[in-house]
């Protein structure tokens, strides 16, 4: 059982910068695809960026140029830093593994409990 674990969450003006940490335990992290989510009150969870095995990354549109997912496999940790935040960042964000590698919620098969991302005006 993959247990996931965000941190570094938190409040910032909008232009600002944000790191998000995520700990994966349970089983090597090498064998896993990872990716962050995100959600908004009133949406579906989005994900927003995806990392392969390989270090391959996709990102939604929204956020290219913009976040930078990362991941380092001897430590079991995944990042992803966020800059030049905007209000339509805010959302509760989770992190995700999956053992098929395609983009998109189906494909998950753990979930963090979410961090929480506030970007005011």
């Known amino acids: 059982q993959v247990h996931l674990k965000e941190s570094g969450g938190g409040s910032v003006q909008a232009g600002g910068s944000v790191r998000l940490s995520c700990t994966h335990s349970?089983?090597?992290?090498?064998?896993?695809?990872m990716s962050w989510f995100r959600r908004t009150p009133g949406k579906r969870r989005e994900e927003v960026a995806f990392i392969d095995r390989a270090g391959q990354t996709t990102y939604v549109d929204s956020v290219k140029g913009r976040f930078t997912i990362s991941r380092d496999n001897a430590e079991s940790s995944l990042a992803l830093q966020m800059n030049g935040l905007r209000p339509e960042d805010t959302a509760v964000y989770y992190c995700a593994a999956g053992r098929v590698c395609l983009f998109g919620e189906d494909y998950v098969n753990y979930w963090g409990q979410g961090t929480r991302v506030s970007v005011s005006e």
């Open positions: 349970g089983a090597p992290m090498s064998d896993y695809c």
